[in-house]
């Protein structure tokens, strides 16, 4: 059964101290990972696609980098409006061509002045 | 451009009655899914519209959801009857094409339902 497992739950962190989020998936067949950043009562802000072992990327203070069976998000030096739940999601390869996205829990990033 | 729009953003209803929501698309976006997010688990699909036509609603839970997309632009996902575990958040996703290449899926706000 396809599964993403997201840890921590929770996190905090001091401003400047950097830090890594952890994805692992379970997937028969990976077309591709998605990072998501989620505000309270917003809905998931597309971050970053992975799409092969090896693959990383980067925006602003944000890195992603995956391997065959997870993948991180690194945050270096981070901010308070970094704050946010993390959310990481597999898509599925397959000839039906669907969209569908298997979520993890999420990260709950919390980063203090 | 605008963003995936939805409505309403909270909803509460009692139990037994219907609910719809909506949700609008970014314009040009031919793909279409509804997400749902209950209370302490995973957003978790629901199903997956091209166009008009129903790619993948595997997602369901039961047939007291109905789902539409006339003309292939907004859509609606009704409740009827409406029941206790029904409560969550419900996030729609739009995208040019299925597999979400370059920028993902665009989400919108979502509806937070309760049924009481």
């Known amino acids: 059964e396809d599964q993403v497992t997201q840890s921590p739950e929770a996190l905090r962190l001091q401003e400047g101290e950097s830090s890594s989020l952890n994805c692992s998936y379970t997937v028969s067949g990976l077309r591709g990972l998605f990072w998501y950043r989620q505000d309270p009562g917003k809905g998931p802000e597309f971050l970053f696609t992975?799409?092969?072992a090896g693959e990383e990327k980067e925006k602003e203070r944000l890195k992603a980098t995956l391997t065959k069976k997870e993948s991180f998000l690194h945050i270096t030096a981070p901010k308070p409006e970094d704050s946010a739940t993390y959310l990481c999601a597999v898509q599925r390869d397959g000839s039906s061509n669907t969209g569908k996205l298997i979520f993890g829990q999420g990260t709950t990033l919390q980063v203090k002045p | 451009e605008a963003g995936v729009t939805q409505f309403p953003s909270h909803s509460v209803i009692e139990k037994g009655q219907t609910v719809t929501l909506r949700c609008d698309p970014i314009?040009?976006?031919?793909?279409l899914y509804w997400y749902r997010r209950v209370m302490g688990k995973e957003i978790k699909f629901l199903l997956h519209?091209?166009?008009?036509?129903?790619?993948?609603e595997s997602g369901m839970p039961n047939n007291r959801f109905l789902a539409e997309r006339t003309g292939g632009t907004y859509s609606t996902l009704k409740v009827q009857p409406a029941e206790l575990e029904d409560s969550g958040v419900y996030f729609c996703?739009?995208?040019?094409?299925?597999?979400?290449?370059?920028?993902?899926?665009?989400f919108g706000s979502g509806t937070r339902l309760t049924v009481v």
């Open positions: 996703a739009s995208s040019f094409n299925a597999v979400g290449q370059g920028y993902g899926y665009t």
């Open positions: 992975l799409y092969s």
């Open positions: 519209f091209v166009k008009e036509s129903k790619q993948d």
């Open positions: 314009s040009g976006h031919d793909n």
